[in-house]
C-alpha cells in the first residue's frame, strides 16, 4: 500500500452514463448495477484522464493509501476484456515517491535550452520562408514544459497557452487562432511525468502573475490529464487565474 492519487466516485452524483468507461485506457472502471465503480484499484494510474468525460463531476483525484499501480497487471486484464494494453509512462515508486520536489531551471546543458524572447521580430516575415506559408506567433524559446524557467521574461504577466504536443499537428490554425499574443509550453500528459509538471506550473503561477491559461488539449481520453495537471498546479499554489480549455478532435476540429 501506498499514499498516492487515484479516482474518488460520487455515487450520489454518478447517473451512470458510462461515458468514463471509455475514458479510461486502463479500463479501472466498469459499470456496475448503474453506477461507475472502480474494478480493482491496482488498474487506476490516478492521471485522471476520465474526469473530462464525467457530465456531473462525479469523478475526482484524491489521495489516499492504496495498491500501487500495476501496469503488467492491467495489460492482462485489458487483454481479458478485449481492450488495448497500455505502456509504460509510469516512473518506478522509488522515482516517484522521492524525486526531488522542485526541478532544475535548465535541466540538460544544451545551448538550445537558453531562453529567448524574439517577439517583434516576428512581424516580418522571413526572407526564406514562403508567404503561402503563413506567419509564426511563436515569440519564445523553448518551448517543451520541462524545459521553459519558470523565471523566463516571457511568461512574466503572460497569457499563458499551455498546449499538448499533438495539438499543433492536428489544428491547421494553431499560430493564428490559438498562439497568437500567448506564451507556449507544450507537454504531454499520458507520456510524460505529470506530478513534475505540477510542481513546474506551480512555480510557474508563482512566480509569474498570469493573466490567463488556456488548456488546449486533444479530445482523446488520455490528454484530459492535462487539465488535471493545470487544476492542480492552480490549487496548490491557492490563486485564482482564470482557466479554459479548447479540445481538439483528431481529425483538427474543435470540440
Known sequence: ?????????????????????????????????????????QYCDGLGACLGECPTGALTVEDRESAEYDEVAT?????????????????????????PPHQPELPCGCPGTNPKTFGKRQAEQPANVPASAGRSELTQWPIQLMLVPPSAPFLREADLLLAADCVPFAYPDFHRKMLKGRALPIACPKLDNAELYVDKLAQMIRQNDFRSITIAHMKVPCCFGLGRIVNEAVKRFGVKVPVMSINVGVEGELK
Open 75 to 99: 495489460n492482462e486484464w485489458l487483454k481479458s476484456i478485449g481492450r488495448p494494453t497500455v505502456s509504460s509512462a509510469h516512473p518506478a515508486p522509488e522515482a516517484k515517491h522521492h524525486a
Open 1 to 41: 500500500m501506498a499514499l498516492r492519487k487515484i479516482i474518488k466516485i460520487d455515487e450520489e452524483l454518478c447517473n451512470g452514463c458510462g461515458l468514463c468507461v471509455p475514458g479510461c485506457a486502463e479500463g479501472a472502471l466498469q459499470i456496475v448495477d448503474g453506477k461507475a465503480k472502480l474494478v480493482k484499484e
